[in-house]
């Protein structure tokens, strides 16, 4: 075969390779048009039609890309990091046209006005069983992230694809994960035993809750109301929060993670990932490691992210159940012996099967969490541009 046969061969591949990566977007490029609109008629503004245009091939070049370099980790790291920074543009804007302010009061608890955060979850099922109470000042059906909705979102997510929430979902993950990638060779290294850190503060946190029927984490010790909503300062007490809230935000989103390339915010504080944990053991889909490929070379336990393999899970095949199924142990595995699996089938068997039947319902909930607040964050990015304001 001489070079010109095998260049023809080499670029009907890339062809076939094309088309049916564009063939697995299909239902992605239909199903985002839905979810980016909410459901309604496509926008009318000039600006705001603009900003669907530009999510909207961004979310839909991400998902190919995923798909044609079979490199997950790679595009839904974009995807995920620009969605946070997105989110927190237009949470915070958001709140501020609503009720001109990023800061909560008394008045705001009364009239049901603080958006439920998935966080609180864990806080209020102890309170909910025993005094059928909600111990949280949002509204139960309706406005925005209602308490109703967002645990239906929740048990949805939980059952579809277990602690996935934490790096295809969940709008504070992004921050960490995109602090995390910032130095190249990491300066600083903790040990893995600190993860347990994020399951004794679960237990702590739920057991304060249910004693104090306030949720104590939020009140106390959340670093995201540093790029959500806070409380307005008007004492000593407020300010003190204040300062923990911002300080734990600076070391564990963003210091901490630069200096050790992990997700440390994730990986060894949050109680709701810890929480999140538990539901990998219900979900059908893991990522696994095959032992008959597998070189030993240990790059998947120093690549983690989230602390989530270890050598005793590496020996077992497979990830420990704090696995946020983020894809980075798949996309750097040199012998590609790590791979998404669904429960019940065998090992290394049809993985790129096993890997759309992840990818598909992964991200379609990734754009019901997120779609419209990127389409919002760009379009008041786009306003400020253009106006000098975000309003």
Known sequence: MNNLESKKI????????????VAACIPILLLSIVLLSGGSSLPKEPLM????????????????LMVYTKKTYKY???FFVIYALLFAVSFMTNLIEVRGSIFYNESTFINGETPFCHMVIPMIIIPAALTKTIIFPGSLLTGFASIASMIVIWLGASIAFGRGWCSWACFYGGLDEGCSSLCKKPKLEINRKWAYLSFAILISIVLLSAATLAPVYCDWLCPFKAVTEAEQITSSIVLIKTIVFYSLFLILVIILPILTGKRTQCGLFCPFGAFQSFSNKINIFEIRIDKNKCLNCKKCVRECPTYSIDENSLANGKALMTCTKCGKCIDTCPASAVSYHIKGTKIGVKTNLSRYLFLYPAYIFALTIGGGAMIKGVYRLLKLITTGSFF
């Open 49 to 64: 039609k603009i900003s669907f245009s530009i999510g909207y091939v961004f979310i839909n070049v991400i998902f190919f």
């Open 76 to 78: 839904r790291k974009i």
């Open 10 to 21: 080499s670029e009907a591949s890339k062809g076939k390779k094309f088309a049916k990566s």
